[in-house]
């Protein structure tokens, strides 16, 4: 390994992020998704939004699926 590599994963072992939906300041590694993986673990290749909001976020706009209720009569 490349000692840069290994000084740059150290450094971002301890590097904590504020949510921008919840506020609360996290652990980057831990609480935020990897949102760009090309990138070589940059601070900047992961989300601004912890992994609990994105839940929660993806969870309460998901849309329901009933089929009797959004079933239209086609178009033709």
């Not at 998704?33 to 939004?49: A, D, G, H, P, V």
Request: with cysteine.
């Amino acid at each position: 390994m490349d000692l840069e590599q290994q000084f740059n994963l150290e450094h971002l072992l301890f590097k904590q992020r504020k949510c921008r939906s919840c506020g609360r300041t996290k652990d980057l590694l831990d609480d935020f998704y990897l949102i760009r993986k090309n990138r070589s673990r940059l601070s900047s290749s992961y989300s601004y939004e912890c992994k609990v909001c994105t839940v929660e976020r993806v969870v309460k706009t998901r849309k329901n699926k009933n089929p009797h209720k959004d079933w239209m009569y086609p178009d033709w």
